[in-house]
């Protein structure tokens, strides 16, 4: 009788639990009982999306569930994001984005068209790796470097093009905080993928770009495009004779790329603190140590915090500039 009785209290209490919206922890601890999946929010192929099948890969073979990799590219990558801020808080449904994300949330929040509160309608899990930025132009670009571009440009004012992915990307940032900086006029191509503005860029229709590392290395090695700057807080080891734009004299462009996972805001903090442990493990495993290095990317697994503090300062630092850009 004794036994029943505490059974249907804590039945009672459990129930009492959710009602009231707390977490409930017995789902945290049984996680995961099913499926997991990775919403990336471009199409397959590209660095983001290999990055989440290996890290994928491994946290199904660890976590004992299938971990599917779900593209859901559109709109910079909003609607990708979209569907994960909307998505039951339960750690079945993840993010796996990249520096875009503070860029083009930014400039969709400032035209009023942005869906979701990214600060407030995510959680981090963890940066699973830094992949370095390059900036880029076509070998008929008279410049060493961007400093000698921003030099050569104010003095002889060419028509230079550059190219981005659309409003608010990065590349698109990049393109106006140069101009900003150093005071030179380049007219802005938009296109619908990173594959389209690479092949107008060694077409030489486009005259300045840039991507992920992964994307242009062997363009780069090959010469047929050529390596103005980086954009992260070190030198590439891939690329040491390529300066950082800090060295160059721009400090303003300076950020870490990253890929790295979020989950809806509200998920248990048990639930992203296990994703949180596969991930990290998940980016240090041999195999994949190996993959994302052939992808010049450096394995991190950072803490939870660290992903969405990075997410909020690149929010801020690039605030300013987008705004001033006025895009539509």
Not at 191 to 196: D, I, L, M, S, T
């Amino acid at each position: 009788m004794i036994k029943k009785e505490k059974l249907l209290g804590a039945a009672v209490c459990a129930v009492a639990l959710m009602a009231c919206g707390l977490p409930y922890t017995a789902a945290a601890q049984n996680y995961p009982a099913r499926p997991i999946r990775i919403v990336v929010p471009f199409p397959a192929g590209g660095t983001t999306d290999i990055v989440a099948r290996i890290v994928g890969q491994r946290m199904s073979e660890s976590m004992g569930q299938p971990v599917i990799v779900d593209n859901r590219g559109g709109a910079g990558g909003t609607l990708g994001a979209d569907l994960v801020a909307k998505a039951d808080p339960d750690g079945y449904t993840i993010l796996m984005h990249n520096i875009t994300f503070p860029l083009s949330s930014v400039a969709q929040a400032l035209a009023k068209r942005l869906p979701f509160d990214a600060e407030r309608d995510f959680a981090g899990v963890s940066i699973a790796v830094y992949v370095p930025f390059v900036i880029t132009a076509h070998p008929s670009v008279a410049a060493k470097d961007l400093r000698d571009l921003a030099a050569f440009m104010r003095k002889t004012k060419p028509q230079y093009n550059y190219g981005s992915t659309g409003p608010g990307s990065v590349m698109n940032v990049i393109g106006g905080t140069f101009k900003r900086d150093a005071k030179v006029d380049m007219q802005h191509g938009p296109f619908k993928g990173a594959a389209p503005l690479k092949q107008e860029l060694l077409s030489g229709r486009i005259h300045i770009g840039g991507d992920q590392l992964s994307s242009s290395l062997g363009e780069i090695r090959a010469g047929t495009l050529k390596a103005l700057a980086t954009n992260g807080s070190k030198r590439i080891a891939t690329l040491p004779d390529v300066p950082t734009v800090r060295e160059l004299g721009f400090a303003s462009l300076e950020f870490e790329g990253w890929n790295g996972l979020f989950a809806p805001a509200k998920t248990p903090a048990a639930v992203i603190a296990r994703l949180h442990k596969e991930v990290a493990a998940a980016v240090r495993h041999p195999d994949a140590v190996k993959r994302l290095n052939d992808l010049a990317a450096e394995p991190i697994g950072s803490s939870p915090d660290a992903q969405k503090t990075m997410l909020l300062q690149q929010m801020k630092q690039f605030r300013p500039v987008i705004s001033e850009m006025k895009l539509d």
